[in-house]
Structure formats: C-alpha cells, structure tokens
C-alpha cells in the first residue's frame, strides 16, 4: 500500500472499497477520461479498473495509487508508475472539473514528483501528455518540465513525452509522509 501523502490542501491515501462509486464518476466524466489512458472506458471497464487496484496493484505491491481528497471528498486520483513511453516512472493524475483552475493541479503534481524524488529515489519522472492537452502541458512546464520527444499514436494524435530532473528541485514544495 503506498504511504499517505499530505499537501497544504490535499491529502493522497490508498483507496478504500467505499471510493467506488467516486472513481467510477471521476473516469465516467469525459471532460477527465478525455485525457486518461485511452480515453472515455465504459462504466463497466472502470469499475474493473477500480477493483484491479485491490486484486493487482495494491496486492503484487506493483506501483503507487492514491485517491486524491480534499476536505474528505475524493476529488481525484494518482499514481507514480513505471511507464513503456521512456525508460523510468511516469506521473499520471485527474482532478473532477470542479477542481480544475484553482492550483490544486500543481500542488498535486509537485507532491508526486517530491515523492518520486525523496521516497522512490529516482533521479528523474515523467509525464505523458496529449498534445492537445494545454492545461496539462502549461502546468507540467510551471514545475519544471521539459519536452523530450513526441510519440505519434494509432489514431493520428500526438503524445508529448516530459521529463523533470533531479537537479531541477532544488527550493521546490515537498509533499511529507503521514
């Protein structure tokens, strides 16, 4: 189980079974599931992606997956994974709309790459992004970020590979371990 994180206004912890149905409406919102893996899964594949993380992820210990809380309500989800696209562990993270523009984005990314740094101990994450994704670049790019390469997909559409290095932390925010 990965450890709980906290931030100024978020607390990541490990999913309960009583997150289902918060999951399910977080990845069931195409204005979130847009951006997400192969985009927009039925409710049923989102609900089999919801209890693979008991039955997989958490139980073989595979990778680190929160529920993203604020004030108590799940607002969203993360994770710190390896990743195919490069050689290392990629960032990946969904906020529900109503969380979008008011920074808890940043905080929440700067917490995984702060974890991904200090706990994990790697010298660099990453980040994929659709190309079309602005709101995701322009953040990623705020913390340091750099565009790496390009990954042209089956459908025609564009990936941007990022990366943030080690030595691009110094004086950043760290997410602290509860």
């Known amino acids: 189980m990965p450890p709980t994180l906290h931030t100024r206004r978020l607390l990541l912890a490990p999913y309960v079974p009583e997150d289902e149905e918060d999951f399910v409406a977080l990845f069931q919102d195409v204005r979130v599931s847009r951006w997400m893996g192969d985009g927009p899964a039925s409710e049923e594949a989102d609900r089999a992606l919801f209890g693979r993380i008991f039955t997989k992820v958490y139980a073989q210990d595979l990778f680190d997956v ?40 940043t905080e929440l990314a700067q917490a995984l790459v702060a974890y991904g740094f200090g706990t994990l101990g790697l010298t660099e994450v990453h980040a994929t992004v659709a190309a079309s994704n602005n709101a995701s670049l322009t953040l990623l790019d705020r913390i340091g970020f750099e565009h790496v390469r390009d990954i042209s997909e089956d459908d025609g559409s564009t990936t941007r590979v990022l990366t943030r290095r080690l030595a691009a932390t110094a004086g950043s925010p760290h997410a602290r371990q509860g």
């Open 66 to 105: 929160w529920a993203v809380r604020r004030d108590g309500a799940l607002i969203g989800h993360a994770e710190i994974k390896p990743t195919d696209a490069v050689v290392g562990h990629e960032l990946v993270y969904a906020l529900t709309p109503a969380a979008w523009g008011s920074g808890l984005g």
